[in-house]
């Protein structure tokens, strides 16, 4: 009671509440922690680990622990309280001198750095000579001299499993990262705990058989087969040392821990019922009866000890990963890093670019509002040039400015509207100017320059136009870049290990397997490997029909890649997931005049993503200059979209560069059609173009445009429509010439729809040339402009 009163006086000015929680907190008065009064528990139970009815090895390395590392010779005491089980007075003695001999010598070098295996290799000489010397006092019998050197032994070796094991077991609670080591010797001190309560029974069950089992069904559930079956064999090895059991009864363990970790991902009643049936299979597999090796009460009552188990305590089990995990985590960890400061750098290289094609934007602007002051200009040259001289320049200017400036005002448009005025048309102007040819040859050379720069000024307002649309162009697809590296792309391992396995039991022999599980829940698997097999093209269809099984999706080979080396050669094969629709292309094109180029251009390529691009241009006219045109078109077309630039900003910078290239007007067509091999979805843009028809379940759809074509207006109107296409369907884009030949119908895309529902053949090229045949027919040989029919049928992939 003095004590307690002690140490409230010690802590004035706090609650009696506070004041009792301090004291709580406080050491008692034999300066004993709980992790030491643990310890100490712990020491009495593994001393009392009777082994073979006469020896408790594990208490000379716990107290070879405790002093030599722990620094806590007192704790030691509590495991020779354990040896009072064994009653053997003389081994209690000799335990006592051992113990006194460790603390003696440890103290006297314990201030020296001295190596762990030091440490475990001084105990166990200490363990073997204190006993050689009470066998040399007692009775000399071999069997005790191959019993003392065993213990120095199991010192020597247990100084290292407790060396792992104690920092686990009090720090596991702030620990993240365990090695498969630590696991291990930490599994090895608790069962040798159990080992001490071996004689304990609780209505005819065995304390240590219970939390044995339940000890290896924690193990199995939260860490999986592997460490469920070595909990097993260490928890069957320890039981087996304390009592006269089988060898056996080691595997029946082993096995029942393994079988109870294969089921570990469908719960804890599953791990148990995994327990049972490993240990009823390997019974009557052994002795061929139904009386198991471990008893079905103890197995039952351990079950309801791990269903017991608190959740916030298998979480906590859970949490805790392995080496090889955690480097794994990490190595995510730093490319996921990576990833982001590459992101980040894109983002900024893009807001940059951004930036200069607003600047350029800006400048575009500031240059449309400099172009109000052009008139101004000429009339201060007007004057400067003919007015100034005059005598009669007071008079118009100073006095008559008003009646002076609207006159030159009407002037000018005059000369705006009729391209210039001459000598015939200066009959009204003597009423206004004494010198009437001199002035309107001035204002006919000054109209002429302000012409000719405004000219080049939209020629210029025109290119910063273009590069700031392409400023920002660049930024999209810099921005773009960054939110595909940002997505998420799943590496399978488990699929990648099951391919492995398949591909092997067929006998083609590969390095590694690569899958890929995209954002979209595409996949993409890439096999490395050296066979020759696969350098013979024999097996690509076979191993795409072993992935495909695995997966449950068509596979189809994607591309292929030879290294050859000195020795052998490397082999990369791509794989991706098939499409569900594909396109077959058809095309007619035929000139005005057979002695000239068609002015028309096409292309069908594919872009990324599996998408399918058809793009038909018409350029201005017919022969060498349109097909230059059309030509362009359609190869900047191509070269935007490849580069993935978005549809808008392609379509606007193709304009403006069509603009830029020649003063006189010139201009094409721009039908455009993108359609997705996966979704089948279309989509469709149209500049300038005529209607595009899709033959689909017995009717003929109708694509319309009302865009003028592109390289005329600065602005162009760009409108996509969108068609969800499905196998069978056939589109068929054409330019106006096709249409324009049939000069007896007024309906013109009426009477092409009647004749593409008569076309009946599937094959799209077939399509092309009847309906030409019916444009050419129509106009008895002679068309009035280039024609070109561009045909795509759709077909469905059956996986």
Partial sequence: MSYKLDVVSTFKGETPKSQEKRFSRKKLDLNISFQELILGFMGFFLGSSIIMYETSPFIFPFIAYMVG????????????????????????????????????????YGKREIKTWQLALLSSLIVFFVGAIFLWIKEKHLYDFILILFESIITFIAFFIFNFAFPLIFGWNRRKVISNEELICGAILISLIFLGISNVEVLGFSIKNILGITFVLIFARYFGAALGSTTGVIVGVVTSLSSQVSPTFIGVYAFSGLLAGVFKDFGKLWVGLGFILG??????????????FIHIEETLVAIILLLLLPKSIGKRISSLKGVGDYQIERERLYGERIRNATINRLKGYSQIFNQIGKSFEQVALSNTLQSKNDFDEIFDRLTQGVCYKCSYFSRCWERNFNNAYQNIFYILNQIERTNGIFDKEMADLDKICIHPSKLIQELNCLYGNYKSNQYWKGQALESKKLISQQMKGISKVI??????????ILFNKEI???ILVALDKNNIGVRDVVVIEEPSGRFEVTIYG????LKNGKSYSEVGNIISDILGRKMIIKGDFINNGENNENYKLNYKEAVNYNINIGV????????????????????????????????????????????????????????GFNKEIALKTINSILMLRSSDEMFSTIDLTIFDKYSGEAEFIKIGAVSTFIKTQGKVDVIESSSLPIGILEEINIGVKKRKLQDGDIIVMLTDGAL???????????WFMDELM?????????IAEILFEKVRKVSKNNLRDDTTILVGKIWGNIN
């Fill in 69 to 108: 590392v722990k620094r806590r010779a007192w704790i030691g005491l509590f495991s020779l309280l354990g040896l009072v089980i064994l009653k053997d007075p003389l081994y209690i003695i000799r335990s006592g001198i051992t113990f006194l001999c460790i603390y003696g010598i440890f103290k006297k």
């Fill in 279 to 292: 240990n009823a299979v390997l019974t009557f597999y052994i002795n061929g009866s139904t009386d198991v």
């Fill in 479 to 488: 921005m773009d870049l960054g939110l595909d590296m940002g997505k998420d």
């Fill in 496 to 498: 990648e290990e099951e």
């Fill in 530 to 533: 050296q066979d020759k097999l």
């Fill in 588 to 643: 007619v094109k035929v000139a005005k005049d057979p002695l000239e180029e068609s002015g028309d251009s096409y292309t069908s390529i594919l872009l990324k993503d599996d998408k399918h691009m058809l793009a038909l241009s018409d350029g201005m006219g017919s022969g060498l200059r349109a097909a230059k045109e059309s030509k362009t078109t359609i190869n900047l077309l191509e070269n935007f979209f490849e580069a």
């Fill in 740 to 750: 324009d030949s049939n000069y007896l119908v007024v309906d013109k895309e009426k």
């Fill in 758 to 766: 008569k076309a009946s053949s599937r094959n799209p090229q077939r």
